[in-house]
């Protein structure tokens, strides 16, 4: 029988795990988050390292189990694994943390550390990572968000966490510890509010086109030619003169080099008949094993400019990870692509009359690293041209939109984010939602933008201080609890004759 306070302690960190959930897109109720994570630190008080990483696991769980729920349509197998794995994660987070022989304070210090290794690990491992439902996105639209222009996404998460430890002090009264924790916040934040932005250059007009369409639908029970008959729809909706037309992730798809299909004809045509620069995004056959998913330029007379193929592919739907083992298990009818995407080699950027272009496709946004190449490249604004038509629920496309937000504060540029069946949107440098579209409507954003040159702080440095930071803190603070360890137990030795 599960005695009484470990099934408190055990509620409680479901509890404490379903505040972070639902700081995150689509809920969005960003101060939840100071909740959870204060309600984290609450139950590593006094507990013993197995109690800190079991309770640590159920947290995570009780986080991601909502949050991630949009996996289950995609691989339920594959959705149960990855909360295990992230959990684990925290987990180990929970376990870093030091515990009953240390003060209250070097808790304090090392939990903020931890909390943030433990989200910058499963945004890279394994297969790249997955950083969807992180705690930065969920300050997106929130005043902490701005804190992503210096110290990017992953010293949001930090922050938070700074809060939260914050909060868990007040309540334990020791208000000194808590109004430290809190002006130290509030100094980054307004460090941040006037930290260099970029400066703008010049106004273009800019369309973004979404085609519109049922949502839920996978690639294989949709015809490509009516996709890209919708485009072309609703692209007659774009008023001219504008400098540049914005179309989604591959809603171009042939079977065959792009230079040899209709399409490419037809693209070149209406890039001419607008007098624009249309940027589409096209996957094309490379040979029975692989395809290319890119962004291609077309220009104002119809010819055809630049092009940028996806670097960061998406591990289990663009190419398959020890695919060698998975079939020598499982056999080759297993669900898992047969064809994988060829990664692309080239900087972030495409250069063309309407402007020098950082582009981040699809997946890509959710990487700091990736928008940032395409700006220090020289990228003027920011396009991410995705598609989110398979997906069940909204969790991605709101998750998306709360990234490219987060991109856009990073970087100090605009963001044109265009999907096939939602969300477009457009967002501009302070991370402000301008224009957003709906689920499966056929419609066109169109405004003025501007074109921006120079680097936030968050762009010159990346996010690598802020982790190299919390590594430092939590190796102190385990320094502080050792030495403390090392007091206590000269203390309590009996003294020699």
């Known amino acids: 029988m599960i005695d009484p306070r470990t099934l408190r302690a055990i509620l409680r960190a479901v509890i404490a795990g379903l505040c972070l959930a639902a700081s995150v897109p689509p809920w969005g109720w960003w101060p939840l988050a100071f909740l959870g994570i204060a309600m984290w630190d609450r139950l590593l008080r006094n507990a013993k390292p197995r109690a800190r990483m079991l309770r640590s696991i159920v947290f995570a769980a009780a986080w991601f189990t909502p949050s991630m729920l949009w996996m289950v349509d995609l691989t339920a197998p594959g959705y149960v694994i990855a909360i295990l794995v992230f959990s684990l994660y925290v987990g180990v987070a929970g376990l870093a943390v030091p515990g009953r022989a240390s003060s209250t304070w070097v808790r304090w210090l090392a939990l903020p550390a931890a909390f943030t290794l433990a989200e910058a690990a499963r945004c890279t491992f394994p297969f790249g990572g997955v950083p969807l439902a992180t705690t930065a996105m969920g300050q ?22 700074v809060i939260g430890v914050a909060l868990s002090a007040a309540w334990e009264r020791r208000h000194v510890v808590a109004a430290a924790a809190l002006a130290g916040v509030i100094a980054l934040w307004l460090a941040a509010i006037v930290a260099p932005t970029g400066h703008d250059i010049r106004t273009i007009n800019a369309a973004v086109v979404q085609g519109g369409g049922p949502q839920g639908t996978r690639a294989s029970e949709t015809d490509p030619r009516d996709v890209f008959d919708r485009h072309v729809e609703a692209t007659s909706l774009v008023t001219k003169p504008v400098d540049l037309v914005v179309w989604p992730e591959n809603v171009v798809a042939v079977d065959s080099l792009l230079t040899t299909a209709r399409e490419n004809a037809e693209l070149s045509a209406l890039a001419k008949k607008l007098n624009t620069t249309l940027v589409a995004g096209i996957t094309e056959d490379l040979d029975s094993s692989s395809f290319a998913n890119a962004s291609i330029v077309y220009l104002p007379d119809g010819s055809t400019g630049e092009r940028y193929d996806k670097v960061r592919r998406v591990p289990f739907g663009e190419y398959v990870p020890l695919r060698w083992l998975i079939e020598s298990v499982a056999g080759s009818n297993t669900g898992i692509p047969v064809r994988e995407a060829r990664a692309g080699t080239e900087p972030a950027i495409v250069r063309t009359p309407a402007g020098d272009l950082a582009i981040a496709i699809s997946w890509e946004i959710f990487f700091t690293n990736r928008g940032r190449d395409g700006v220090l490249q020289g990228g003027q604004i920011l396009l991410n041209p995705t598609n989110g038509s ?57 405004q003025d933008v501007m074109l921006r040159s120079g680097d936030t702080i968050a762009t010159a440095i990346g996010p690598m201080p802020i982790i190299w930071l919390s590594g430092i803190l939590l190796a102190l603070s385990w320094w502080f609890a050792t030495n403390q360890f090392q007091v206590i137990r000269s203390r309590l030795k009996p003294r020699q004759a």
Not at 146 to 160: D, E
Not at 405 to 411: C, D, F, G, N, S
């Open 140 to 161: 997106a639209s929130a005043p902490l968000g701005q804190i992503a222009r210096v110290l990017c996404a992953v010293g949001v998460t930090f922050t938070v966490a």
């Open 390 to 446: 398979s997906y069940w629920l909204t969790q991605v496309q709101t998750q998306q939109v709360a990234s490219s937000q987060l991109r856009a504060i990073e970087t100090g540029r605009w963001v044109l984010q265009a999907a096939p069946t939602g969300f477009s949107a457009i967002v501009n440098p302070s991370g402000d939602v301008v224009e957003r579209t709906s689920i499966s409507e056929q419609a066109v954003l169109q």
